[in-house]
């Protein structure tokens, strides 16, 4: 019988069967971290790239240690390999964070790709970077986060545009906690500020009024001879009218005061101190200098500093603001203590000037009317570039938005 012939010896495998041992895995990834760092002087650009894809490829099984080890050496590298920056600084935190927060080579593409494409917390460490410019903050805003956006207003070293503000201003409508930090922005343009000032608390109103409540000495100045030119036309254009009158000096209406039966504002306010129909508050808005619909979102402030205003604008004394405050049926309190609504209106009133007042007062006055009828509009609605007292009047109106 002839002899069988032995069976052939299994075929290596192909595939390791044995646990990667961490020492090889460790001695690669370090020897590979260190290559991609090396200037194009010492290594060719192909070269460098390929090392950072096998890099790449070896990471995703590798370690949380690793990873971090290599992020932290990537960190220092003004250079570093784009795909490798990008694919570590979407890793954990733990990987992720100090690169983000310390890592010298991304550029404006590479902090924008980590928001889209990282989490929550990956938005509050580019919040926190040092030298964010514009199109970078605008992202992080789109985000909706919260904690970001205040992350970003605590950071002196991001720009905001003037686009990322607006959009805070009006997020700040139903997060107050924005607007004390908004105010300490050196973005915020008076504009903003004032129209922020109806929600904001008592802190976040003082420090406006004191930023952007100034006097129109230069404007009233040099625009002097175009108010001689608009009264030869009889004030004919509405608009240029409009214009200089956030401007002239004079804030009480005379020729208002001289039609009304009450005489005088101050005669207004006392009778109005028995009980004031809307005819009386419309007197005393006209009487003013101000229209009604201004007049009503004064009158109407929960914290009364605006009130204080309106009583120092015109001129008035502080026991007419008194009267005026009992006037409108507003609460008591202590007025030398800040505590309460008639103490942080005095306050306001005692430490404005008249002529900083005025502005503010104009700047209302301006703003809230302007093309108010068009405000329910849907056509004003889809305008990309409405005017700014239109489009702070729709906001403040809008008051669902």
């Known amino acids: 019988m002839p002899a069988q012939p032995l069976p052939e010896a299994a075929p290596a495998p192909l595939e390791l069967t044995d646990a990667v041992r961490a020492e090889a895995r460790a001695s690669v990834v370090g020897r590979l971290s260190e290559i991609v760092s090396w200037p194009e002087s010492r290594i060719p650009l192909y070269e460098r790239q ?3 894809d096998l890099l790449i490829g070896l990471l995703r099984t590798s370690s949380v240690d690793l990873r971090m080890r290599c992020a932290l050496g990537l960190a220092r590298i003004q250079d570093a390999p784009k795909a490798l920056l990008r694919y570590l600084s979407r890793d954990e935190i733990a990987v992720a964070g100090p690169l983000i927060e310390n890592g010298v080579g991304f550029d404006d593409s590479d902090l924008i790709a980590i928001v889209r494409g ?56 139903q997060a107050s906690q924005l607007a004390n930090l908004l105010t300490q922005r050196p973005e915020l343009r008076p504009s903003e500020a004032l129209i922020l000032f109806w929600w904001a608390d008592f802190p ?24 001689k030119i608009a009264a030869r036309e009889g004030w004919a254009d509405a608009e240029a009218r409009k214009a200089l009158q956030v401007v002239e000096r004079r804030q009480r209406n005379r020729a208002a005061a001289e039609k009304s039966v009450f005489g005088s504002l101050e005669g207004a306010i006392q009778a109005a101190e028995n009980g004031a129909d809307q005819h009386m508050m419309d007197e005393i808005a006209f009487m003013g200098g101000i229209k009604p619909a201004t007049a ?9 500093e605006a009130i204080a205003v309106f009583a120092k604008s015109v001129g008035l004394k502080r ?25 942080r209106t005095l306050y306001v009133f005692d430490t404005l000037a008249t002529a900083k007042a005025q502005t503010v007062l104009r700047y209302w006055n301006w703003s809230f009317t302007a093309d108010i009828g068009r405000i329910n509009d849907a ?7 409405p005017p700014t007292a239109r489009r702070n009047a729709q906001l403040l109106f809008r008051r669902g938005s």
């Open 379 to 385: 056509t004003f609605v889809d305008e990309l570039d």
């Open 296 to 304: 009503a979102q004064i009158f109407a402030d929960p914290g009364g």
């Open 118 to 173: 990282g989490v929550s917390a990956h938005w509050q460490l580019v919040a926190r970077r040092r030298g964010l410019t514009e199109p970078v903050t605008d992202v992080l805003l789109q985000t909706g986060d919260l904690t970001v956006t205040e992350s970003l207003l605590r950071n002196n070293f991001a720009r905001l545009s003037s686009q990322g503000i607006e959009l805070i201003v009006t997020r700040s409508r």
């Open 204 to 227: 976040a109103r003082v420090q406006i009024l004191r930023r952007f409540a100034v006097d129109r000495s230069v404007l009233i100045e040099e625009l002097g001879e175009s108010f």
């Open 50 to 52: 390929l090392a950072a």
């Open 319 to 343: 026991p007419m603001l008194i009267s005026l405050w009992r006037a409108l049926q507003r609460p008591g309190g202590d007025p030398e203590q800040t505590d309460n609504p008639l103490g």
